[in-house]
């Protein structure tokens, strides 16, 4: 049982470049979502999808876009990489289950030079 | 919108000691969450809190809630350094499924 998988687990971007990461987990959970996280930031939700089908902004969604591919699956896309988005990033799903906490994948160290 | 927020943001104890870190949320809210993050690592779930008085314990590290109050604690008992980390509390609720972070509580044991 692999839990949550994101990858890459690195990247380095130049600005102005695209890339997606990307998360599957294989718990039948319904909702997923993608945080960054900065020192002394604590986790920022960036988009969730509580369905699939369906997703939602966060607190901090400019800049990327996202897609419940199926059930599994959830990707984060940056169109046009800034240093800004320079961070951990982090996937995580949670099932409908009363007592389900919610797993996380391994993160995703992003630079943007 | 719904705030969550932890205090201390950073707490250095001896170990030995007993503390307690606080988590407070804006609005009512089904879930509350406790993890724990080692640095450079992913989150570690601790705790799931349904409902009000739950009160949930794991070695020395015990959980309530108060939804009344909105607010969660996370009580260390007798620290030992094995507990540094960062704890994060987070809530959510059924229907919208949004689960929000608090912005974490730094715990440093010293021997």
Redesign the interface.
């Known amino acids: 049982n692999a839990g949550v998988t994101q990858t890459p687990k690195f990247q380095v971007l130049k600005t102005g470049q695209s890339m997606t990461l990307q998360c599957a987990q294989d718990m039948n959970h ?2 997923m ?1 993608w ?1 960054r996280q900065d020192p ?6 960036i988009y ?1 999808s ?1 369905s699939e089908g369906t997703t ?1 902004k ?1 607190e901090v969604p400019n800049g990327y876009n996202v897609s419940r591919l199926n059930k599994r699956e959830f990707s984060l896309r940056l169109e046009s990489a800034a240093p800004s988005q320079t961070s951990v990033y ?1 996937c ?1 799903s ?1 099932g409908g289950l ?10 995703t160290r992003l630079t943007v030079v | 919108e719904l705030k969550v927020e932890q205090n201390p943001l950073f707490l250095s104890m001896q170990e030995g000691k007993n503390y307690t870190i606080y988590c407070n949320y804006s609005t009512t809210s089904d879930r509350l969450y406790w993890y724990r993050q080692d640095p450079g690592k992913s989150l570690e779930s601790l705790f799931v809190l349904l409902s009000n008085g739950a009160v949930k314990q794991e070695g020395r590290l015990m959980a309530s809630l108060d939804t009344k109050a909105r607010l969660s604690t996370l009580h260390i008992t007798a620290a030992v350094h094995d507990l540094s980390a960062t704890y994060f509390c987070a809530v959510a609720n059924f229907g919208n499924e949004k689960l929000t972070f608090g912005t974490g509580t730094r715990l440093t044991i010293i021997p």
């Open positions: 319904n909702s979502y945080y002394g930031m604590g986790l920022r939700l969730y509580a939602d966060g982090f995580a949670l009363v007592n389900t906490e919610a797993f996380f994948g391994q993160g």
